[in-house]
């Protein structure tokens, strides 16, 4: 399946040129985990999952984090908390979802910060 994603979008950072063109959570998920993928090593992330409309990471200073991808402009960004039996997710979402520009947003800032951390 190819990823729903164009070329061209007014998104920066590491989710430049990802721009959802599904209703389909699991699509958009596909297309921000190949999005991710290639840009992985500048972004800092060590490791990277896709299932179904989840894309989970593991970045290099060694936090966790995952989106949920639930529409076209609605997304969750979860930290994971790793225990000695792998990585609990704090799911509870408070808020409304996140529109692509406030993913794009938070996501280039978590990866930001793990950067400083690692320097």
Not at 8 to 25: I, Q, R
Not at 97 to 106: A, G, I, R
């Amino acid at each position: 399946m190819m990823p729903p994603v164009t070329t061209t979008s007014a998104n920066s950072g590491v989710l430049a040129g990802f721009v959802p063109m599904t209703s389909d959570g699991e699509a958009i998920a596909s297309g921000l985990y190949e999005t991710l993928r290639a840009r992985q090593q500048e972004a800092g992330i060590a490791d990277l999952w896709w299932y179904r409309t989840s894309v989970e990471m593991a970045l290099t200073n060694g936090e966790h984090w995952a989106v949920e991808c639930m529409g076209p402009d609605a997304f969750r960004l979860y930290p994971g908390i790793t225990r000695d039996d792998g990585v609990n997710w704090l799911n509870v979402w408070v808020r409304a979802d996140y529109t692509l520009s406030e993913l794009v947003e938070n996501l280039d800032d978590v990866l930001a910060a793990a950067k400083r951390k690692i320097g």
